[in-house]
């Protein structure tokens, strides 16, 4: 079944921003939670991270009026030493943290080559590259990790152990778009076995596991998710996953994965108490002023000319996300059937103005 046959609408993406924000101000969320999230969301649709985008609000609005997210956090930031600082996200919105928290690496880095900021107290802040990403537009070369609830077999196991665990990397290219790889841990990202299941989409194989720990293509019978390298070599995947959990949860103070309250669940009052961890490198404190855009230019441009097989284009990370995100300004974000069911459900529960579908 192709994706075509899935589709129920486009949306623009003002529009959709619009109503995603109003529709946070309705359940409760500050203007600046409302302005962080929807930038996120609509980033991530807009780049078709659609397991990361749109789909979630349902789920955050959830959040709010159950009281395990604070629509009105009093964000704390610490800096430490000359590069580094925490943020205390006073358990509000993991977007808003995300990049409160990338503003204030930002700014260390400008000073002092490098900026790192650990966050605790936090919640689900959606794609990570979204938050890679504003470094990049500035100039600079940022990353980002996060731990999340355990759905992801360690390798040879029957157990979830590791969340998703998501790596993000951006840097900036000479008169291009940014260099950006955004990746899960995991084989797969949870959010994309949610979005298969709405619509009875078949998941491709080796990919997940039922509750026996036995690889399924059933998206609704799904109970853990293999490891990056599947069956075969997924101790690389578990071993990164590993490394973005030290990062996220260690060095923030918070409880490792393992511990967390699952994202979904009946449980919307208790706060979770995610953890992420922020990474921005001034390239000019490497490079000479200038020369490291113009060199990634020059590596993209060796990489793009390779040779590519029958079956496939060489791309580098971000070139799928940089087209898609041209084609859907100009002919709107799509919504699946599921997609365009909730938020119809969401203007009326929140009594915000429906989204002009075309």
């Known amino acids: 079944m ?19 924000q109003q529709a946070l101000a309705a359940a409760g969320a500050d203007t600046a939670s409302q302005q962080a999230v929807s930038r996120a969301l609509v980033t ?34 610490e800096q430490r030493l000359a590069a580094t600082g925490v943020l205390d996200a006073d358990n509000g919105l993991g ?5 409160r928290a990338m503003e204030h690496a930002a700014a260390m880095a400008r000073q002092a080559g490098m900026g790192a900021v650990a ?4 919640s689900h802040f959606g794609a990570a590259g979204c938050y890679a990403l504003a470094a990049a537009e500035q100039g600079l070369i940022g990353m980002a990790f996060c731990n999340s609830d355990p759905f992801v077999l360690l390798h040879g196991s029957q157990a979830p152990f590791h969340g998703t665990n998501p790596i993000a990397f951006a840097a900036p290219v000479e ?33 997940a596991a039922d ?14 998710l293999l490891p990056l390298g599947g069956g075969s070599f997924g101790f690389k995947g578990a071993g990164l996953a590993g490394m973005v ?32 961890f922020f990474l921005v490198m001034h390239p000019d404190a490497f490079a000479g002023q200038g020369e490291f855009a113009q060199r990634m230019g020059d590596y993209l441009r060796d990489l793009r000319g390779m040779a590519s097989s029958a079956e496939a284009k060489v791309l580098a990370p971000g070139d799928r996300e940089w087209q898609t995100r041209r084609e859907r300004r100009a002919e709107g974000i799509p919504l699946d059937h599921a997609q365009r069911d909730a938020y119809r459900r969401i203007a009326e529960q929140y009594r915000v103005e429906p989204l002009s579908e075309g």
């Open 211 to 224: 509750g026996n720990g036995t690889t399924t293509t059933d998206a609704k019978r799904v109970e853990a």
């Open 245 to 276: 959990e030290v990062l996220s949860s260690t060095l923030s103070n918070m409880v490792h994965g393992f511990h967390l309250l699952p994202m979904g669940g009946p449980d919307m009052h208790t706060p979770r108490g995610v953890g992420h």
């Open 175 to 207: 008169n291009d778009d940014p260099y950006l790889l955004d990746m899960a841990t995991s084989a797969v990202p949870w959010n994309r076995v949610q979005q298969y299941a709405a619509i009875d989409r078949p998941l491709p194989p080796d990919i």
């Open 44 to 77: 991530a649709s807009l780049m078709g991270t659609d397991s990361h985008g749109l789909r979630l609000l349902p789920h955050y609005l959830q959040a709010l009026q159950g009281g395990r997210i604070n629509g009105s956090p009093e964000m704390r930031f």
């Open 95 to 99: 977007h808003l943290a995300g990049y």
């Open 2 to 20: 192709s994706h075509s046959q899935y589709l129920a609408c486009r949306v623009g993406h003002d529009d959709l921003s619009r109503f995603i």
């Open 119 to 122: 966050v605790g107290h936090s």
